[in-house]
């Protein structure tokens, strides 16, 4: 793969990062509720590790091609960014206002980040239908192309940099910017849960609408 193939994929992989969705919404919660956005944001990227390493193997075309499957994934999903939307919903918090052990509270934020994004559509999309116009097969006259599961692997990996620097960004900009102004901080900490809400309710009923 070539410097201009990598950095093309890098301008519109960031391009999408920065679309505001699910992942956006709890970077912002995380980074208003907890002391730091660093677990919320590691289990996201975690969750897409999962998906680069699915699309190395090939599994994910096989998950494609598995419409039961993949319905099924798109609803747990859905369903619990709903879940977890309702409860930012019912108890916005401020600030640093966990009352959990800090361990404890650490590990559960990274689970709820990896299966928001190991659970993502648009993850899953991204693998399937873009990622793949990047990959180079049999190369240039005299040079020999990566396999295809290497090129995909360092397209992933690359993926995963945007969405750490992207989150990291926004959950921390999110906590300097609204960390002085509680009223304001529940305000977005609502706006993003509703975010969740209405996103995993829209996918439930795109979904349950085509069975």
Not at 181 to 198: C, E, I, K, Y
Request: charged share 10%.
């Amino acid at each position: 793969m070539d410097s201009g193939t990598l950095l093309s994929f890098l301008a519109l992989d960031l391009l999408l990062v920065c679309v505001p969705g699910a992942d956006w919404a709890y970077a912002i919660s995380a980074g208003l509720r907890d002391r730091s956005p660093v677990p919320a944001v590691a289990g996201l990227v975690s969750g897409y590790a999962l998906h680069t390493v699915l699309a190395a193997a090939g599994l994910a075309v096989l998950v494609a091609g598995s419409p039961v499957l993949l319905t099924v994934l798109t609803v747990v999903g859905a369903a619990y960014l709903v879940r977890l939307g309702w409860g930012v919903l019912r108890a916005p918090g401020t600030p640093g206002a966990s009352g959990e052990a800090a361990g404890a509270s650490r590990r559960r934020v990274f689970l709820r980040g990896a299966t928001i994004s190991g659970l993502n559509p648009k993850g899953l999309l991204l693998y399937l239908s873009v990622l793949p116009q990047f990959l180079v097969v049999g190369g240039a006259a005299g040079q020999e192309a990566l396999p295809v599961p290497a090129q995909t692997a360092v397209l992933g990996v690359l993926h995963m940099v945007c969405c750490a620097a992207v989150y990291l960004t926004v959950g921390l900009t999110a906590r300097t910017v609204l960390g002085a102004r509680p009223t304001a901080a529940r305000a977005v900490t609502r706006t993003s849960g509703a975010a969740m809400l209405g996103i995993g309710a829209f996918l439930l009923v795109q979904k349950l609408a085509t069975l």
